[in-house]
């Protein structure tokens, strides 16, 4: 099974009896596909979640006598019917509900994109994102995912993890090379995961994408953990590096501290 497909099991053996397989498998399917992946033949999927093309093509017309994908022209792709699985979660979180006032305001204020994101794994996943409309912007939106390790917010989710869980994290390295500035070797991520959890803030230059500077601050609940992490990226082009910190992290921390609040936070 290639590995950004592979499942967790949160520490199940696969022959326990809590554990279906059958129910694994069908989630390995619909992950099977994704922005690059939209569209998918049978074998592509069966190479993509390691099943046998007949265990494929039964989980397949099962999603698809559900209503959770289609097929055309041999060709498979999700419906959106499959965002229920997904929304469900979202909108039951406190969280979402602040963050779309709080990003939308960040927005209006400054004109630059704002998110808020959680950690799942290897991953950061937006909960809510605001951008001003431009033909140029990427269009990512709830839901979407990003590599931890090489974005501002990861580096802030990440430094919430306790000590044995940061490692097993790290043991993971080298991690994957975006640009010639992604930090991808243990040591190095380690310290600046280790620094933004100390000042506060990531500041990720250039990591995921040339060009662009990731800025991230924490968002905390009523216990005084971080619960997830307010980003904004800025384009170098019309932001000098030197003046970021400056010009943007009393504003990030301003919104980040009225999400706070409204989960109950109480702390400084």
């Known amino acids: 099974m290639p590995e950004n497909i592979q499942l967790t099991t949160t520490g199940l053996p696969k022959g326990s009896d809590q554990f279906v397989e059958a129910f694994a498998r069908g989630l390995s399917v619909i992950k099977a596909f994704g922005p690059s992946h939209q569209f998918l033949t049978l074998s592509e999927v069966a190479q993509r979640t390691g099943l046998t093309a007949a265990g494929a093509r039964r989980l397949l017309y099962t999603l698809i006598t559900l209503g959770y994908a289609r097929v055309d022209s041999r060709k498979f792709s999700l419906t959106p019917a499959v965002l229920e699985l997904g929304y469900a979660y979202l909108a039951a979180l406190p969280l979402c509900d602040l963050a779309r006032v709080a990003v939308d305001e960040y927005m209006e204020k400054t004109g630059e994109i704002c998110t808020v994101s959680v950690i799942d794994r290897n991953e ?115 932001h000098e590096h030197e003046s970021i910190l400056e010009k943007f992290l009393p504003i990030m921390q301003q919104t980040a501290q009225s999400i706070s609040r409204g989960l109950g936070y109480r702390g400084n």
């Open 124 to 238: 950061i996943v937006y909960v809510a994102r605001a951008e001003m409309p431009s033909p140029l912007s990427r269009r990512l939106g709830v839901g979407e995912r990003l590599p931890a390790h090489a974005t501002s917010s990861g580096q802030i989710l990440l430094a919430s993890l306790g000590s044995d869980s940061l490692e097993a994290y790290l043991a993971q390295a080298p991690f994957e090379r975006f640009t010639k500035f992604t930090i991808v070797e243990a040591a190095s991520l380690k310290n600046a995961i280790n620094q933004a959890g100390e000042q506060g803030y990531a500041l990720a230059n250039q990591q995921l994408e040339l060009g662009i500077c990731g800025l991230a601050v924490p968002i905390m609940d009523d216990r005084n953990k971080i619960v997830a992490a307010l980003t904004t990226s800025l384009n170098l082009a019309r």
